[in-house]
C-alpha cells in the first residue's frame, strides 16, 4: 500500500511564496520519477507542474521555470518551492509517484 500526503497549501497574494511538501509511506523502495500535478479550476485534466526524473535530474513546465523548485527533503518527502506565485497557478496541486500512485491533493489560490 502506498500513500502521498500533500500539505502547504493555501492562500497567498500575487507575487507570494508557498511551499508544499508531500510525504509518501508505504511499500515503496524509492521516489525516483516523483512529479507534482496541477488541477486549475474547471480543468479536468491534471498538468505536469514539475518532476525529479531519472538521475536526479528536474523537469519543469514552461510556465513555472524559474519560479519553482522541486526537491527531494529524504528518501520519502519532496518539496515544491513556488515563488513569484501568479493568479495563474491556482489549482489543487497532487503529488504522483510512478505506478499512478496519487495524494488527495492541497488547494493553492493565488489572489490578484
Known amino acids: 500500500q502506498v500513500q502521498l500526503v500533500e500539505s502547504g497549501g493555501g492562500l497567498v497574494q500575487a507575487g507570494g511564496s508557498l511551499r508544499l511538501s508531500c510525504a509518501a509511506s508505504?511499500?515503496?523502495?524509492?521516489?525516483?520519477?516523483i512529479g507534482w500535478y496541477r488541477q486549475a479550476p474547471g480543468e479536468q485534466q491534471r498538468e505536469l507542474v514539475a518532476?525529479?526524473?531519472?538521475?536526479?535530474?528536474t523537469n519543469y513546465a514552461d510556465s513555472v521555470k524559474g519560479r519553482f523548485t522541486i526537491s527531494r527533503v529524504n528518501a520519502k518527502t519532496v518539496y515544491l518551492q513556488m515563488n513569484s506565485l501568479k493568479p495563474e497557478d491556482t489549482g489543487v496541486y497532487y503529488c504522483?509517484?510512478?505506478?499512478?500512485?496519487w495524494g488527495q491533493g492541497t488547494q493553492v489560490t493565488v489572489s490578484s
Open positions: 504522483r509517484l510512478p505506478g499512478d500512485f
Open positions: 518532476a525529479i526524473v531519472s538521475g536526479g535530474r
Open positions: 508505504g511499500s515503496i523502495f524509492s521516489i525516483n520519477g
